[in-house]
């Protein structure tokens, strides 16, 4: 689409003078600067540290799930992962916010406070300790 706009300058001239463009790009504008202001700055660095940690913490939780699955579950969803009528896609097998929960209780237990404070959840989260989907 840029190639056509930049081929085709009355095209780029009507898309300038375009209401919506302009009510766009000041939506952009205002995205831009809300994230980049401090605030959203240390929003972005705390997900950063949270996704990072949390990428060992779910390979471990998973690990652990998977030493106390028989061989025969595996065998059983190798055959039947791609049933269609099963829709398996609509479930997660990690319940994310019960496992950060438990991670920040555990840094808490630790007296890491620092790094407890990037797993703590929002008032507002739900936490779920089943996998999403059941």
Known sequence: MKKYILNHPEFLKCFKKSLV???LYEDYVKKMQKQNAQKGL???TKQLQTS????????KY???IALHTSPEIYKECLEEYNDSNE????YSLIPYNALRQK???NELELENTQRAGVFKLSENAK???LPKGI
């Open 21 to 23: 463009v302009v009510r």
């Open 42 to 44: 240390k929003k972005r």
């Open 52 to 59: 990072k940690i949390m990428k060992l913490v779910r390979k």
């Open 62 to 64: 998973v690990g652990c």
């Open 87 to 90: 829709n398996y896609e609509k």
């Open 103 to 105: 991670q920040y209780e």
């Open 127 to 129: 936490i779920s300790y």
